[in-house]
């Protein structure tokens, strides 16, 4: 689907340029292109050494071409003073052809410097664009780091940098999540205090409210019925042994006084 593909590389392509966009630092920027004028203007000083090199080579050339010639007129004149005008042919066309050689050679001298000088010409101006792309990128960096402290400090005063406001969301939370916990514990201490929660601890195992009533009921009977047995107990304990009657006051009744039959008085 050619529709959905480029929508595709579009997406990616821009997700691509967004993360170098927060990548890129416009320093390191400066410096890598600072760093390739350099080396641009490092092969155009090795462009002029090496046409300086050649053209030196030519003009080598050209010295060893110009002794030749003047050596091959010395011996043609002497060839032809020893009337050996043959020989003295000979040198004179060797002459001609070297004089040939030396004026291509001259011509490639003159034409390797005028490329040296305009090599040196585009070295100059390059060394001069350098020092004034230098210049500016010192000014562009420290501008940059200067706005860039400006943003931190005012983010972080401000409270709208991605940290700071992480700092703030983080707070809020613990703000709300205390109200919360503060608030549900004025809930539960006003519903304890209205009675509304059970205490689970006086109920038995699978008792409920009606259970507890009923077994309170039962114990309050319990304990009834046997205060009333104590108080009947008390109300008739005068007839036991051991127990002081009506006249517990220190006084024999006449019956005790009087012996008992067959005793002595």
């Known amino acids: 689907m050619p529709g959905l593909s480029g929508r595709m590389s579009t997406v990616v392509k821009a997700k691509i340029s967004k993360l170098l966009d927060r990548a890129e630092d416009p320093g390191e920027t400066l410096e890598y292109s600072y760093q390739k004028q350099i080396e641009q203007l490092q092969n155009v000083k090795k462009g002029i050494a090496d046409v300086a090199t050649s053209k030196k080579r030519l ?13 091959l007129d010395t011996q043609a004149r002497q060839a032809l003073a020893a009337g050996n005008e043959e020989l003295a042919r ?4 060797r002459k001609n052809v070297a004089q040939t050689e030396l004026q ?3 011509q490639q001298v003159n034409e390797l410097q005028a ?9 100059q101006n390059l060394r001069t664009k350098i020092e004034q792309f230098r210049s500016k990128k010192e000014i562009i960096k420290a501008q940059y780091s200067a706005a860039e402290a400006q943003v931190r400090i005012s983010e972080a005063a401000t409270g709208v940098g991605e940290e700071m406001a992480d700092v703030g969301l983080a707070m809020q939370r613990a703000v709300d999540k205390t109200e919360n916990m ?7 201490s006003e519903l304890e205090a209205a009675g509304t929660f059970e205490d689970l601890t006086a109920l038995g195992p699978g008792e409920d409210d009606i259970d507890r ?5 039962s114990t309050t009977s319990e304990v009834d019925d ?3 047995k104590m108080k009947a107990e008390l109300g008739s304990g005068s007839s036991r042994p051991g127990e002081l009657g009506p006249g517990a006051d220190g006084e024999q009744s006449p019956a005790a006084s009087e012996p008992a039959e067959g005793q002595a008085p």
């Open 182 to 188: 503060k608030a549900r514990a004025d809930a539960v």
């Open 90 to 93: 000979t040198a004179l066309e």
């Open 59 to 71: 003009q080598l050339q050209s010295e060893k071409l110009g002794q030749s010639m003047v050596k």
């Open 104 to 106: 291509s050679l001259d």
């Open 213 to 217: 009533q009923l077994k309170a009921l």
């Open 115 to 123: 490329q040296q000088d305009q090599l040196t010409q585009s070295e």
């Open 226 to 228: 046997e205060l009333e």
